[in-house]
């Protein structure tokens, strides 16, 4: 179940959040305020954690999704879910350029009650950006092991195969 969304620079939603109650069955508000919108963001993110078809950022996210009367090219979501006994807080930031090179995955982040699963980000080594994903077993003394191929137009948790050492998330 859905506990918590939060989205920053994406049409008309800016450092924007909500949390639902338990049992929420009806999402109210007047026209043109982001209704809608919230429900585009919940699809688009499904469909590039899920790695549905051609999900990459470019074609989820795309610039044309950016607040118009911002200047900013940073988008950031956040959600917080309910299931398999606890809570799951995904995060996920997006950095589109001002030419027209295709955006890309600053960060993505996944932790189930605190405890991480994967971890994406884009970091400075030795004077160029390196791109870094480790994902994490279950046991929370695991420090996480670092994926080989990081894609960062991709969602990392899409292609994270399943394990037996990943059973309890």
């Given at each position: ?10 049409k ?18 007047a ?81 189930f ?8 980000g ?11 994903a ?11 092991s ?24």
């Open positions: 179940m859905l506990k918590r969304i939060y989205i920053d620079n994406f008309c939603l800016v450092n924007f959040e909500i949390k639902f109650k338990d049992n929420i069955s009806l999402f109210l508000g026209n043109g305020s982001g209704k809608t919108t919230v429900f585009q963001v919940l699809r688009k993110l499904r469909k590039f954690i899920i790695g549905d078809g051609d999900a990459r950022v470019l074609q989820v996210f795309p610039k044309t999704d950016l607040t118009r009367w911002e200047t900013r090219l940073i988008q950031k979501f956040e959600l917080d879910l309910e299931g398999n006994g606890g809570i799951y807080k995904y995060s996920l930031e997006i950095e589109h350029q001002e030419d027209e090179k295709p955006p890309k995955v600053l960060s993505e982040k996944l932790t009650d605190n405890h991480p699963v994967s971890d994406f884009i970091q400075e080594q030795e004077e160029k950006l390196v791109a870094q480790s994902i994490y077993k279950d046991d929370s003394n695991d420090t996480g670092v994926l080989p191929v990081v894609d960062s137009s991709r969602s990392v948790i899409s292609v994270v195969p399943e394990r037996r050492d990943y059973q309890g998330i």
